[in-house]
């Protein structure tokens, strides 16, 4: 994962690589509809879902996308809590980190998909992401 960089998301009617899906990992069944609640608060509530479970580790981002909307949906999910966005605007992406906070989610890494990532595996996406929190809190430190 050398050739994985940090890159800071504008805040522009530009459409974030990929199809229009979020990839969400970590959450449990009842904490599901919850999370629809806080997209239908970001007005995002259309943009398709695809649910992550541990069984989806070994799957890469790029097969995970291509997954209907629903998918995975009433599964319970002991990944880390994640949510990966394709194909919303950069403005969209800011408006639901925003509505996450103010519904008082539990913290979650979070990505964007991109030419590179999605060759990658959920899993090994799900590694990269941790280390980058990590190195930012010792930075913050």
């Not at 995975?72 to 408006?95: M, N, T």
Request: charged fraction near 20%; charge should be positive; hydrophobic fraction near 45%.
């Amino acid at each position: 994962m050398n050739d994985a960089t940090f890159e800071k998301v504008g805040r522009t009617d530009t459409p974030i690589y990929g199809p229009r899906r979020l990839l969400v990992c970590g959450f449990s069944a009842p904490a599901q509809p919850k999370f629809q609640a806080v997209l239908k608060m970001a007005g995002l509530d259309n943009v398709p879902v695809v649910w992550a479970g541990a069984d989806d580790r070994d799957e890469t981002l790029a097969a995970l996308f291509d997954q209907i909307g629903g998918y995975g949906l009433g599964r319970p999910s002991d990944l880390p809590r994640a949510i990966i966005v394709a194909g919303i605007f950069e403005k969209q992406l800011h408006l639901l980190m925003s509505a996450c906070r103010q519904a008082g989610m539990k913290n979650a890494l979070w990505a964007a998909l991109t030419p590179t990532s999605q060759t990658w595996t959920l899993g090994a996406l799900l590694n990269e992401l941790a280390a980058e929190r990590d190195q930012l809190a010792a930075r913050r430190r």
